[in-house]
């Protein structure tokens, strides 16, 4: 039951982003707003798409290539926006800030090496090829916006992406250990948080754009 | 059994001869709906490949594997497109969409043969449902590509992103249109409805 009510709760909340991200995409024309409709559209359909087929079969999907997809998609596209929002600053990261992002490369493949323990390989080194590559753009981004005006605004967006991408991994983990109540309660509750990240995206947009 | 490569050679026999006469672009919009029934062609086997490989079942696989199977090769002829002929953005906008019309031209006249052609309601049905279901899938990707158009590098990560997206759309249309009954019907309206919406808001949009 309090599945159905999470994943209806992340449902409507990702729905209504996905329309007001589409509504203001159109009327200001702006790439940036297109590209978080996308985020947000292929994070539903993967949700959607997973739903649709317990609500036909009974059960989730054998193969799970289509939502997997669709999640790699929405990765893609908030990957495309921090890097395209991290362009318009001119910048490049220099010292320190130019190695540091690459440890997102390091965490997403330790954890891809946990995830295997379980799941199969192949579909966990891809998963940590693209969450390494969102993980990478925000704390490049955070870099980026070191010591400049925009500060605020550019280290807005990547932040609340590595929230997302926390909570992403928390759910992920927790639901490694479903047995147990506790590890139970923590996936809905970083679930819950992840959903609690999609709106943040839009305020820290909006910021972007203002700039 | 139907022979879908006999269906193929009749259809796309006649464009092919009339390309060689027609002038360079009504010609080329002509050739990108041959690659796109070709497409579709390529694409069965490509998905019965798939199936036997992962060893689904036939309703499975129409919701699992074909979707993702149709959308790339729907993107192959396109891919080729861009990279020999150094394409401007509008042509390749213009041409995902015909390739898209073309393979879901291919897929109906496949339907029709095997499935014969007594019942108008269900074709109907079928003709606009899937009619306009592949191609709201080629506009997504056609948007997807006009908007990351300038740099090569977002065009390719972009592009594909726009694929996947189509892939779960279309997966979930298949889930939708293959149970009889008001699913049948819902799911055909909804890329009417949404290719309804586009032609009111987007078309507007790019005229000004």
Redesign the interface.
Request: hydrophobic residues 55%; contains cysteine.
């Given at each position: 039951m309090i599945e159905t009510i999470e994943n209806a709760f992340q449902g409507g909340v990702v729905g209504v982003c996905t329309l007001i991200a589409l509504a203001t995409a159109?009327k200001k024309?702006d790439?940036s707003w297109?590209m978080l409709f996308?985020f947000y559209?292929?994070y539903l359909?993967?949700n959607?798409?997973w739903q649709?087929?317990l609500l036909?079969f009974g059960k989730t999907?054998?193969?799970t290539?289509?939502?997997d997809?669709?999640w790699?998609?929405a990765f893609?596209?908030l990957?495309?926006l921090m890097?395209?929002e991290g362009d318009k600053l001119g910048r490049r990261t220099v010292g320190i800030g130019k190695i540091a992002p690459y440890a997102a490369f390091l965490f997403s493949f330790g954890m891809a090496v946990f995830f295997m323990q379980i799941g199969g390989y192949v579909s966990n080194l891809i998963y940590a090829v693209f969450a390494g590559l969102m993980i990478y753009q925000a704390l490049n981004g955070l870099f980026l916006s070191e010591n400049i005006r925009q500060k605020r605004r550019l280290s807005f967006l990547c932040t609340v992406a590595l929230l997302f991408m926390i909570f992403e991994y928390g759910s992920s983990v927790a639901s490694c250990f479903w047995n147990s109540p506790v590890a139970k309660n923590l996936y809905y509750v970083s679930d819950l948080l992840m959903t609690l990240t999609f709106p943040l995206f839009m305020l820290a947009l909006k910021r972007e754009v203002e700039s | 059994m139907i022979y879908i490569e006999n269906t193929y050679i009749c259809l796309v026999a006649p464009l092919l001869l009339v390309c060689l006469i027609l002038r360079k672009r009504t010609g080329r919009s002509l050739l990108f709906i041959i690659f796109g029934m070709t497409s579709c062609l390529l694409s069965a086997y490509v998905s019965t490949l798939f199936a036997g490989l992962?060893q689904?079942d036939m309703a499975?696989a129409t919701?699992?594997?074909s979707?993702?199977v149709e959308e790339i090769m729907k993107f192959l002829p396109m891919l080729f497109y861009l990279l020999v002929f150094n394409a401007d953005r509008k042509s390749a906008v213009n041409g995902m969409m015909l390739i898209a019309a073309g393979f879901a031209t291919f897929e109906n006249v496949c339907y029709l043969t095997a499935n014969g052609s007594e019942d108008l309601v269900s074709l109907l049905i079928r003709g606009f449902g899937t009619g306009a279901m592949h191609i709201v899938c080629g506009m997504v990707v056609a948007i997807?590509l006009y908007?990351?158009w300038e740099h090569p590098w977002?065009r390719a990560?972009?592009t594909?992103?726009?694929i996947?997206?189509a892939?779960?759309?279309h997966?979930?249309f298949n889930?939708?249109v293959?149970?009889p009954g008001l699913s049948l019907w819902i799911g055909s309206a909804l890329p009417i409805t949404i290719l309804i919406i586009f032609y009111l808001?987007?078309f507007p949009?790019t005229d000004t």
């Open positions: 159109l024309r790439r297109a996308f559209a292929d359909f993967g959607l798409f649709i087929c036909y999907p054998r193969i290539i289509v939502s997809l669709s790699y998609a893609l596209f990957y495309l890097k395209m | 992962t689904t499975e919701y699992q594997i979707p993702a997807g908007l990351l977002l990560v972009g594909f992103a726009v996947c997206f892939i779960t759309g997966a979930m889930v939708i293959g149970r808001v987007l949009l």
